[in-house]
């Protein structure tokens, strides 16, 4: 069981944030589309029942901080969720879900805890299912985050395809207990809830740990203001496709000047830059990563890299061995 912790909120943390508490309901994919979509800003879904007819029901409760929700489904859904929005984890205990991010199919396992994709759009296919999800407020994930000496002032960044171990997932089950207790003792006004969304909030700072980049120091020199925000731009979009024109508009600096400032300060081009740091992000993938056939491959077209053999020829540039022998460490 998770102990509850103190919830010191820092200055500008909101005294008394909203209450939260709906419910919807009903037996027409119709309505599940419009109800649902609105709710998960979602676009293009499709419902419809499957052989035992069709049923949904979703009810919330907390605050505008943290709330627990329940989800569940007979029949079927798919559709597409826009990026941003809430860190929301969700947990299946019945029913199927698949999810497609950034070209990667996978399928979300039951009675494990799982992050929904944060920072990119995807699309979802769903059958028959009964899950939980709580959903946190960004801002207030980075108070609780930078009480813990984790946050600065860049975004943070999760990794939604981390599996967390049995340990940590049984905390979160006790973390789920501990809100549901608290709300149902004393409302999302209380210091209960204040306390168990506190220590909710850092169990899933355990399970999925926040990524952060070291940036060179030379970008906190105010003349390398613009530069700094397209390496920003890099680093917070490593995964996507990226191209110069983006780094352009991100940082308010022209294509050429994008180029030159670049070269001043890394001797490289913006695009060598951004290769690099998905280079890194492969390597510390498969340094954490379990040994099974596809691996690298699957890695390496998850931080944008299509084209296997250059990839090799890469990475043996910058690491001096092949991603093959990082990952057998």
């Known amino acids: 069981m998770v102990d509850p912790l103190t919830d010191d909120f820092a200055a500008d943390a909101p005294a008394t944030p909203t209450p939260v508490r709906f419910e919807v309901a009903g037996h027409r994919p119709s309505d599940a589309v419009r109800e649902l979509c609105e709710i998960s800003g979602g676009d293009r879904w499709v419902a419809r029942p499957t052989a035992d007819g069709f049923e949904y029901r979703y009810t919330a409760l907390g605050d505008a901080e943290v709330t627990i929700r329940r989800s569940q489904l007979r029949g079927a859904l798919h559709g597409v969720v826009r990026a941003g929005g809430d860190y929301v984890v969700t947990w299946m205990s019945a029913g199927t879900a698949e999810v497609e991010r950034l070209g990667e199919r996978y399928t979300v396992a039951t009675e494990v805890p799982a992050l929904v994709p944060p920072d990119d759009e995807f699309s979802f296919r769903t059958a028959d299912y009964d899950q939980r999800l709580v959903h946190f407020d960004r801002a207030f994930v980075r108070r609780v985050a930078a009480r813990r000496g984790l946050a600065d002032e860049r975004p943070l ?70 530069l700094r925000a397209a390496v920003e731009y890099i680093h917070d979009h490593a995964a996507e496709p990226v191209t110069v024109a983006d780094l352009s508009a991100a ?57 296997l053999g250059r990839f090799s020829a890469f990475y043996v540039e910058r690491f001096g061995e092949y991603p093959k022998q990082t990952l057998r460490r």
């Open 157 to 226: 960044r999760f990794d939604d395809r981390h599996v967390p171990d049995v340990e940590t997932a049984r905390r979160w089950q006790a973390a789920l207990t501990a809100l549901a207790r608290s709300l149902r003792v004393g409302g999302p006004e209380s210091p209960a809830w204040r306390a168990a969304k506190s220590a909710a909030a850092e169990v899933f700072l355990d399970m999925f740990p926040p990524q952060l980049d070291d940036l060179p120091e030379v970008l906190g020199k105010p003349r390398n203001a613009r």
């Open 251 to 307: 940082s308010g600096l022209s294509v050429r000047s994008l180029q030159e400032s670049f070269r001043r300060v890394f001797d490289v081009t913006p695009l060598t830059y951004l290769r690099h740091v998905r280079l890194d992000r492969v390597r510390a993938e498969l340094l954490d990563a379990d040994l099974r056939p596809g691996t690298v491959g699957d890695v390496a077209r998850r931080w944008g890299f299509t084209h």
